[in-house]
């Protein structure tokens, strides 16, 4: 079985007092420590930084994205970057989030077919636009959402959380990230949901 | 909840006797008829080749290949072609023979960091070059299969499962084929191994 | 010169009788074997699938969809796969179907610029898509063929030809397929047609 | 039928005269006119300039590069191109020259399964190099052509050829210039060779 | 013209202390305001993680990798995405940290043919994998950087900054991020240097 | 400091008299001798033809597109191509014709956001798609020229000067051509305009 990192795993006895304590935290409330986090306390200002970054848009609900979508968002664009860990790991909170326990190998393999909203569909296509072809993003496209009820400050989210995982994806495979075995089967059977 | 297919299904009583055996033959074995079955039962004739081409193949085992590496490949192959149906449905399979609930999601979306043999990529590194970039195939990946311990035969099946499911991918797209829901959560508990 | 295939040609006294007559009765008819049917001989039960997969598809005519239209399908799909022994074989039977001596050579260059109907150009813009990009395969490209006239089923044609040559050229580059010398002249002289 | 090119062709009685006459010369010794000549000559100074460009490349022989040599590259590329007029033109060139009816389909579709010596391999590696991803030329490429005997000219030759018809497949599909109906049968029978 | 920011930029006086002070100290530093801090500092949460993230890998020396090197990744990668503002505001830095007013010119366009030592060249060929093709980064690569002396360190810096910027370039173009005039001039004449 | 060309450079008095004519004539334009010009002359027929079919379509000013157009025309083609030596030196040549400093680096990052008019968008767009997917020009694409006021020749230059920068981009890959130090800093200073 592959390391969790190339470039291994501190002690956590080692670590910054912050970094050690919010790892602690994730492990309390989520019952394993993500693989991701004890990865990224090699460096704590980028550990710091990431985890800043990822809450800023990620524990974060709006009346025009809620959570559930922004981790449909994280699942197709790192699915489209061939990202294990973030498809796993983020398959896991979707399935959890939307309590549906097949939307995140649907939108995983092929959104296009998944069974999801319109609006949901017009989401991911501009998502997936940022993460693949980003020099293209048009006002055409900011109209296309506009259509589908997005305002602003959605479109900020979207394109900016398909952005934020375009950086996570390339860190994961720079560590070949290892995904806990626990998210493989989160949100899959009845009792878990 | 999309369709099964774009095409629809056939009422089973009006199909062929050979071909609703089939069908009814595959539900008592598997507990539930995946839908690829029925699908196709839309016509006969593609019905029965199709089954005999996978059969073939797929119901085989070799020295040099085993199910659960034939199986390894259509997954492969699959999820780089964003095949929905496959990639869950054959991801079942893979985990079932493998006895190993992880290994299909690794494949699935990233084979390069998976938990397989150097044996195994070689033969996924092969499968996917006659996936996407056929027409490149030269003798020096024959060779290196080789070196692997793939007999002349071996790189057949692995190219001719790699070819197989060329097709098959591209019918599914076609159909906008729906996996049976309980194919996600195939093998992927202890007690269902 | 090459060889017919990189896995060698068995002898055809060794074959199973069906397979042995089958690639008789096609001697007679052409007046030489084609070569995808010795090499693919090495595999009765492929053979016989293959063989059966084509037939129903191809050996077919249809108000929607006629045999020119068919290997018209198979040309251009398989010139975007760039394999010879397809491109090559069905290239002289397009010819021959068509009564067209100039259309396979140009459809297997850029279908874009050749001289077909619109209809024909909205066939093989769908057949392409299916070649080369199925996961987009959406219900709006079945609309545009419904404008085009193509009902249920000729959809399902277009797409299943595109999807089996995709096998079909996978196999061929698998096996470095040698077209046979008479397909390239067929059907290009007046006397031919 | 579509027309010889979308800007049409003017009349040869309006041309200048050495463009007229240019035009004359090669449709006495071909017997017919190649469509390019036509289209092109509605700008005389471009006119000019792409004769001359193309005939300090391709109206020469050198030690280690034949006149067959040099169609090989055209076809090849241009194929790579999709540019029907130059593959259909130059493939009829190529199978006079090399006297061989088959070798421009097989480098038109595959050069790499096609009948031809390892050296012209390494030599259209080289220009579909050039033609399709040219930033990434580099001093190791040149090594492996001087390793088949390739000197600095016929580096440069191999080049400049694959560049000009980078030129000439583009401008040919700008004007969507159609191939004379006579190139398709040139070199492909016995007595024309 | 077109604006600084798709988005817009809100009035400085409206910003949390901390952001503005940042922003100020900057144009002190640097005699403007980098747009991009005007533009991100709609979201104070994610300013303040971008410029965290940001400094822990840019704002940094070690003896494996000076500060022109950090830059010339910026410029390469960002270069690869199409990114107008990190092409020229990182250009800029880039001829003055590296002291030399061409080479952000030649990275910027094809870093294979820029004056740069070989070990810089190994460093981009691994920050364009991580780049562009993320998935396939494997254990050869990191191979091929120790043999130019990069450590582990160095690596995960290579990479990390690669991962940024594919973060930065996406949001850039989300915004439709516009650099400064300022950028443009700076570092290409002597006195600046 | 890498060499003006992989093929070297010859010596001015050996060159034909209007090759070396034509060399000292730009040299005394421009102030310096664009090392283009340098590199060419080792093949004079080739260096004649080059230079006659640039100045046909270049040295050129029509009411549908002034020289500006043309040169950002270059730009924009060139950078897809990845062509530093094009790149830099029209990059120099457009800034003077535009009189705008900052034009030829929004042009040679990213068009679509650069700081000009929808009618030059639009030629951009025609001239990138004759530049990277020439197969694909379709009548559809005329017209939408045609709705910008570009008439029919206007049409012809637009793509003509695309398919000649393929070809030198080409020509200047294959000679890893280096531009004069001069063109980097030319059109950026105000006196200099």
Redesign the interface.
């Known amino acids: 079985?592959?390391p969790i990192s190339?470039?291994g795993v501190p002690p956590l006895d080692e670590l910054p007092d912050d970094v050690r304590e919010r790892i602690e935290q994730v492990g309390d409330r989520t019952g394993f420590v993500p693989n991701v986090f004890l990865a990224l306390a090699?460096?704590p200002?980028?550990f710091?930084?990431?985890v800043?970054?990822h809450?800023?848009?990620m524990d974060k609900e709006t009346p025009g994205l809620g959570k559930a979508d922004r981790e449909m968002i994280v699942v197709a664009t790192s699915?489209a970057?061939?990202?294990?860990y973030c498809?796993?790991a983020h398959g896991a909170i979707l399935r959890i989030r939307a309590r549906d326990?097949?939307v995140a190998?649907?939108v995983?393999?092929?959104y296009?077919?998944?069974?999801i909203t319109a609006r949901q569909r017009a989401m991911l296509d501009f998502a997936l636009l940022?993460?693949t072809e980003?020099?293209?993003?048009?006002?055409s496209h900011?109209r296309q959402l506009a259509e589908h009820g997005f305002d602003?400050d959605d479109?900020?989210d979207i394109?900016?959380i398909?952005?934020?995982f375009?950086?996570?994806?390339?860190?994961a495979?720079?560590m070949?990230l290892?995904p806990n075995?626990e998210f493989?089967?989160m949100g899959?059977?009845p009792q878990e949901r």
Chains 1, 2, 3, 4, 5, 6 share one sequence.
Do not use: I, K
């Open positions: 079985m592959r190339r470039f090699r460096r200002a980028e710091r930084a990431f800043a970054y809450d800023a848009l699915a970057n061939d990202c294990t498809v796993v326990p097949l190998d649907q995983a393999t092929n296009r077919q998944a069974d940022v993460a980003p020099a293209t993003v048009g006002d900011l602003t479109v900020w394109g900016a398909a952005a934020l375009a950086q996570s994806n390339r860190l495979h720079l070949a290892r075995p493989h089967l899959r059977v």
